[in-house]
């Protein structure tokens, strides 16, 4: 899509934003990181994070 791009950090660097984050070329679960805290390292490398997007509210599928 145009116009929109990713909000991204690195290990070492404060978390811009509160939200989902998880790290590009890991097979590591998406982690809640929530903003000021310094963004983690994946087994013990330095990643880059990237902000999962937003879902809309609403049911979760659950039964």
Do not use: F, N
Not at 10 to 37: F, N, Q
């Amino acid at each position: 899509m145009l116009g929109t791009r990713s909000e991204t950090s690195r290990t070492g660097h404060y978390c811009p934003v509160s939200g989902w984050w998880t790290a590009a070329g890991s097979d590591a679960m998406p982690r809640l990181i929530v903003k000021g805290e310094i963004m983690p390292a994946v087994g013990g490398t330095a990643v880059l994070w990237i902000l999962k997007p937003a879902q809309a509210p609403g049911r979760s599928g659950a039964l």
